[in-house]
């Protein structure tokens, strides 16, 4: 056994050990962090234990609502533990540095490839497309490709004068409004008529013109869970083109659909098989199936994707193209992803869609049969449907069932149409993986538990029908 002798050199100095020890790893005075509350609008004086840290986070997040029991968001609120595991072992990679994370930028090329594919684009290898962190950010990058191309063509004319302008239902989400409003583009919106609460193709045809950089078409709308005829809107713009030369492009918002009707629905003609489909988007933490936020936008081929959009960055060591809103963000949701695909496959996606959209026909059904309620959508097309009461019910509106239903644990959000059906308020149920028919059961129970007592209401409680009780979108 060899000798040793004392310390070869003298012991580092106090600042030295300071730096040293990661100050997460000194306990705090636990009866300092046990008197009294830390200020809830500036920063503690000094640190607490980690233990009484969570606590205080912990018990104030006991008053956030079920997320099981939201029916409002369409937004994935169940994953399976594994998908949790590396959903935990990736929360630290950063995805925009993709010299520091090769495999985590394979698996997001592959996602790409794998859309590609799934919405039947001509030449998958070809295909476009880029991971971001929502639906919203992809119909911002797709919106601005629109308006890129559209002002290549019309150089001569914008900006000085020539204003662009896009088409869409009025029952677009929010985002397309941002977009509208933050790259200054009209929005021209095709209104609802009757029981008409999407687009309408002719409509949008006879909005556009030599301005139109594109229309905007929707599988699945947030309003009421309905697809839009994208086939339809693609033939009326070819008659356009045929009768007056005009070319628009369309942008298929496909944030829920994209990941339902190529499972449920093969033989909807709605994807890169109709030649002016430009670009598609979808959310992969919505029907995707994964946690919040990832989406992904894709183009048809390079052309539908000005290369003056494309960022070339050195970062950290490597060449890397970009094309986002934001620049830092984590790689743990594409993993999660690409985790998804390769778990569920074709057959496993169109289980559990098919399973969600069972559900969401049978509980649809179950409240028609209360008697109270006229359905506006039965869930056959998104696992969504909308609701409104029936002609006869007086006593009560939508809005007090959402507000009853609250306080049984539920949120299912109430609110009224926009143009031109403003006179009609309704209830939406959207159904996801996780939400089982137990818990539409035990929903529709409690439906007729707060029914007797809405019905003796000597009229409806709301006083302001414009007041949604939960965000619809």
Not at 170 to 178: A, P, Y
Not at 391 to 403: G, L, N, Q, T
Request: proline share 7%; glycine share 8%.
């Amino acid at each position: 056994m060899p000798l040793h002798t004392g310390s070869p050199g003298s012991e580092p100095s106090r600042e030295r050990r300071r730096l040293a020890l990661n100050p997460f790893f000194g306990e705090a005075d636990p009866i300092g962090g046990m008197e009294s509350a830390p200020p809830r609008h500036r920063l503690p004086d000094g640190p607490m234990a980690p233990s009484i840290a969570y606590g205080l986070v912990h018990d104030e997040l006991m008053l956030d609502g079920n997320a099981r029991l939201n029916l409002a968001t369409f937004v994935t609120t169940w994953m399976e533990p594994q998908a949790g595991v590396l959903l935990n072992e990736c929360r630290d990679k950063n995805m925009i540095d993709k010299d520091e994370y090769p495999r985590t930028a394979e698996l997001e090329r592959r996602c790409v490839a794998m859309l590609a594919d799934l919405w039947n684009a001509p030449d998958p290898s070809a295909t476009v497309g880029c991971s971001t962190t929502g639906s919203s950010e992809a119909c911002m990058l797709a919106g601005i490709a629109l308006k890129r191309r559209w002002s290549a063509r019309n150089a001569d004319r914008y900006p000085s004068t020539a204003r662009p302008n896009l088409v869409m239902g009025i029952n677009v989400q929010v985002c397309w409004e941002k977009f509208c409003t933050f790259w200054e583009v009209e929005p021209r919106t095709v209104p609802m008529e009757g029981d008409r609460f999407h687009l309408d193709p002719q409509a949008a045809a006879d909005l556009c013109d030599e301005n139109t950089i594109g229309v905007v078409g929707i599988i699945g709308s947030t309003f009421d869970g309905s697809y839009e005829p994208i086939a339809d809107l693609c033939a009326a713009l070819d008659a356009l083109q045929a009768r007056t030369g005009l070319d628009i492009p369309v942008h298929v918002d496909g944030a829920s659909g994209a990941m339902i009707a190529p499972f449920l629905d093969e033989d909807l003609v709605w994807d890169f098989r109709l030649p002016r489909v430009s670009s598609i988007n979808t959310s992969g933490h919505k029907y995707g199936l994964v946690y919040p936020g990832v989406g992904w936008a894709l183009w048809r081929s390079p052309a539908e994707l000005p290369e003056e959009l494309v960022f070339r960055v050195n970062y950290l060591g490597g060449d890397m193209p970009t094309f986002a809103l934001n620049f830092s963000r984590p790689g743990a949701q594409v993993v999660a992803q690409y985790y998804t695909f390769l778990r569920l496959g074709r057959d496993g996606y169109r289980a559990v869609q098919q399973s969600s959209r069972d559900i969401a026909v049978g509980l649809a059904k179950q409240i028609e049969g209360l008697g109270d309620f006229r359905l506006l959508t039965r869930g056959d097309q998104l696992p969504v449907f909308a609701l409104t009461t029936a002609p006869d019910v007086a006593a009560y509106d939508v809005f007090d069932v959402s507000r009853r239903l609250r306080e049984r644990g539920w949120l299912v959000p109430a609110y009224t149409f926009p143009a031109n059906r403003q006179d009609l308020s309704v209830l939406r149920v959207v159904c996801r993986n996780g939400f089982t028919a137990d818990l539409a059961e035990l929903l529709t129970e409690d439906l007729r538990l707060i029914l007797p007592d809405l019905r003796r209401q000597p009229h409806p409680l709301s006083h302001d029908k414009q007041a949604a009780t939960s965000f619809h979108h």
